[in-house]
């Protein structure tokens, strides 16, 4: 059986601490749901018991792959047009910065 976590109210402090986030009090309270309802989840599995000559589920529906296999081709558009209006810097491609602070 899945332990409680100790107290519930504990385990949101931390997610705070981890996440450098503060919760509201609704906040608190949904997460708090949300956190049993996993523990919850994680009781019924463990009720299964052992499962170790049951074959590992991919998929729930037996279907192939709806993705088309990757085929090469030769690009029709000249690439100085493609890199037409790029940020370059030296020899390389500038992305845009993701990153701010």
């Known amino acids: 059986m899945v332990k409680e976590l100790g107290d519930i109210e ?3 402090r931390h997610l705070e601490r981890l996440a450098l986030i503060k919760f509201t009090d609704d ?3 949904k997460l708090s749901s949300e956190i049993r309802k996993i523990l919850n989840f994680f009781n019924q599995l463990n009720e299964l018991g052992d499962l170790k000559d049951v074959e590992p589920l991919f998929h729930v529906l037996d279907i192939e792959s709806p993705l088309r296999d ?13 890199l037409s ?4 810097e030296g020899s390389y491609v ?3 910065r993701t990153v701010t602070g």
């Open 94 to 96: 500038k992305g845009p």
């Open 10 to 12: 504990d385990v949101i």
């Open 85 to 88: 209006n790029v940020l370059r």
């Open 27 to 29: 906040e608190r309270v």
């Open 70 to 82: 990757d085929e090469p081709e030769v690009c029709s558009i000249p690439a100085s047009e493609l």
